[in-house]
């Protein structure tokens, strides 16, 4: 247990140092560029604006004659003030001062020509507005108006907030704004307060049982995959606005922990490693074990950091390719999975190797149906809340069906829960259609006799007529499912009781004892039937031919 304990800690070690170190280079932004072929903004215009913090930033300043009135303008995140909105920024300026407006453009830390510095999403950034305030009142422009995209508009509300920032500022331009990720998770929670807790547990819940089959499993690549599945779960954005390091490790600041979700990246690999490790190795796995779990890691990675190299200085270019990285990647997870499972339906034969198969398509099933669709629905507004819902069902289930498929856990009940599943959400679809149709019919016959729809009495009766049928109809649901999924075991019934009624008729021993190897035979389909009697009352078994 100790060697157990190490092994995933030293696992974690490294994940976490290789975690930080993301976080220390993906929160120095690389500085963006003007694109071609935008309007340029005068070099005489050019300014520098002390920050309240003392840094020195860069700056465009368009003056306007005779005018107390200027406007702010602040980029957002990977822009700069000539470069923003696709370059359509120095455009906007233009039109403003052509309106009699003071105009000052301001490069962010860490952003255009600015000195380097790390984001912060509006702690430091907000002593750039601030100073930028201080400079247009020192030249007696007074009536000002901030202009404020993404990051700028944060930024922008933050300065606002300061005793002195709401008293230099007369008007803003809001665009893509967020004031505080506590404060828009807790938003989130009020609004939905089951679905918030769940998507708040839902993450680390996946984590400790893909942890704890690990260690009662350290050698299955199956229970690795699951492992590396779980943890990128860890670390994904939860509830959708913030991340878990954010919301469970305080200590951490905001620059630090939202680049950690970018480990999200590691679930489809796990999937695809999963896929084809488990309940059997397949190829490529099989013939390369090493060469093949390097290539599904490390691939996708790589070409995500080339793409990110690539594309410093166009942030919408990266964007648009790892959007095709991912749905490669996620194409290839898919057919990958499609392929697995219609192998391993086909080849396996081991009654233990093809429970495991019906658990990990179970899971599969749920992690893609109802995880998956269900948050995709959410995020097109589809009935957001059940899908919201069905989507950290999902997450809750995937987890679970592995664990008990890698630990052989109850593996056999799967057999009974598919059964059972198939049963009561064909009597539920019945039961519905029966109740919605006498509901009807009620209530047409009511309204022709009385004149009235009478409600209250339809229902009633709707809901004993139900009640009267939920035997029956399960009965012959049960009857249908078993005649064309479980034959075999419908069969088996069959024989069972055919042999009762042949022993209520016959006692003839050797006859019986015929009848009852025939019976075995049949219904259980064993490799070798031997029936042992006593041959007196007392003195050892004898075996007895039939």
């Known amino acids: 247990m100790i060697g157990k304990l190490a092994r995933l800690f030293g696992a974690l070690l490294v994940y976490f140092a290789i975690g930080i170190f993301m976080a220390d280079t993906l929160t120095l ?3 963006a560029t003007p694109p071609p072929q935008v309007e ?5 215009d050019k300014v520098t604006v002390t920050a309240r913090d003392g840094l020195r930033l860069a700056g465009t300043f368009i003056p306007a004659t005779n005018s107390p009135r200027a406007v702010l303008m602040v980029h957002g995140l990977d822009g700069c003030h000539s470069c923003e909105l696709y370059g359509k920024f120095p455009a906007i300026a233009a039109q403003l001062s052509r309106a009699g407006y003071n105009v000052l453009l301001i490069d962010l830390r860490g952003h255009g020509e600015s000195p380097v510095s790390r984001v912060t999403f509006g702690d430091t950034e907000r002593w750039d507005v601030l100073g930028a305030l201080d400079w247009l009142h020192q030249r007696s422009l007074t009536r000002v108006g901030v202009l404020g995209i993404s990051l700028g508009a944060v930024v922008t509300v933050r300065a606002a907030l300061e005793p002195d920032g709401v008293q230099g500022i007369n008007a803003m331009v809001l665009d893509s704004c967020f004031g505080d990720f506590g404060e828009v998770m807790a938003r989130t929670v009020r609004r939905a307060p089951v679905t918030g807790v769940l998507q708040l547990f839902a993450s680390p819940f996946f984590f400790i049982v893909s942890a704890i089959v690990f260690l009662l499993r350290p050698r299955q690549p199956a229970a690795h995959a699951l492992l590396h599945i779980g943890t990128g779960f860890l670390f994904q954005a939860t509830p959708n606005v913030s991340s878990v390091p954010l919301l469970f490790y305080g200590g951490v600041p905001r620059s630090t922990a939202v680049p950690w979700d970018y480990w999200t990246g590691a679930i489809l690999p796990g999937l695809l490693y999963l896929v084809l490790a488990f309940p059997t190795p397949k190829w490529p796995l099989r013939v390369w074990p090493r060469l093949t779990v ?3 890691y490390v691939g996708p990675m790589l070409a995500i950091n080339l793409a990110y190299l690539a594309n410093l200085h166009d942030r919408l270019a990266f964007g648009q390719v790892s959007l095709l990285i991912y749905a490669s990647a996620g194409s290839t997870v898919l057919i990958a999975t499609l392929l697995s ?6 080849r396996l034969r081991d009654p233990v190797a093809r429970s495991q198969l019906k658990w990990m398509t179970i899971g599969l099933l749920s992690f893609v149906v109802l995880g998956i669709g269900g948050w995709f629905a959410g995020v097109m507004g589809v009935w957001a809340e ?3 819902s069905l989507a950290t069902f999902g997450w809750f ?5 592995l664990a008990i498929a890698i630990t052989r856990y109850r593996l056999f009940d799967i057999d009974l829960i598919i059964r059972r599943t198939l049963i009561y959400s064909a009597l539920t679809a019945v039961l519905a259609l029966a109740y919605l149709g006498s509901v009807l019919l009620l209530q047409s016959i009511f309204q022709a006799l009385t004149g009235r729809a009478q409600d209250q009495l339809v229902a009633v009766v709707s809901t004993l007529v139900i009640a009267a049928l939920f035997g029956p109809l399960r009965w012959r ?3 249908v499912i078993d005649r064309r999924f479980y034959r075999r075991k419908y069969d088996a019934a069959k024989i069972v009781t055919a042999f009762g009624s042949a022993l209520r008729d016959d006692v003839e021993l050797n006859r019986l004892a015929a009848h009852l190897v025939e019976t075995v035979e049949t219904a259980m389909e064993p ?9 007196q009352p007392i003195g050892p078994y004898q075996p007895l031919t039939p």
């Not at 499972?341 to 086909?346: I, P």
Request: charged share 10%; no cysteine; aromatic share 2%.
């Open 29 to 31: 932004r690389p500085h």
């Open 40 to 44: 340029s903004l005068a070099a005489q």
């Open 294 to 296: 390097a290539a599904i």
């Open 341 to 346: 499972l219609t192998h391993s339906a086909r």
């Open 386 to 388: 059940l899908a919201q």
């Open 397 to 401: 289930v995937f987890p679970v069906t």
């Open 477 to 479: 649901v049960q009857n």
């Open 527 to 535: 490799a070798h039937t031997t029936l042992l009697l006593k041959a």
